[in-house]
């Protein structure tokens, strides 16, 4: 049984989407887009969505853990969820799948980090839909607020179809096409279009 996020005001943004702006001054999040996993008066936690890793394949990963691939169309592309504890992995998955320790961010999405998932993942019994991240990107109490301000990046409502199956290359383009945004608007002077 997983725990949910509660909203305490509406200006927390649990469940939604960063999408970085032009004016974001730290490249390791340039053009990313983040899905956002919690977001309270403590600070905020995220995954970003449109980043893999080369480095290092599923099956790499659990054989590094002792964990036997039985079901090899279940290979997924692993993410750089973030610059923070980038040796911790996170799936962020669909809410078909709940085991001790899944945090339930709303209806559709949740976040599991137990190596369980992993092995119910190898084994085919893992969520419908998922994304492994190592690491992920933090922010202390309203840090992230201060860098909405300084247009630092758009927010929007996520859509579990471009969470999940979105074509990383086009992302972030399509994330800002949500909110109505064309890229091509976007001037690198400029704060919200």
Known sequence: MGCSVHKDTPSYLSGNLLIATRQMRD????????????HDNNGAMGLVLNQTIDSITFPDLLQQLGIELEQKEQIIDIHCGGPVETGRGFV???SD???????TVDSEICLTATEKILRDIAAGQGPEQCILALGYAGWGPGQLDSEIQSNGWHHAPANSDLVFNGDLP???KQALESLGITPSMLSDDAGHA
Not at 29 to 37: L, M, N, P
Not at 97 to 103: A, I
Request: glycine share 4%; charged share 10%.
């Open 97 to 103: 799948y709940q085991q001790k320790g899944t945090f």
């Open 27 to 38: 490249p390791r999040f340039a053009k990313s887009v983040i899905y956002v996993v919690s």
């Open 92 to 94: 962020l998955h669909s």
């Open 170 to 172: 086009s992302m972030w």
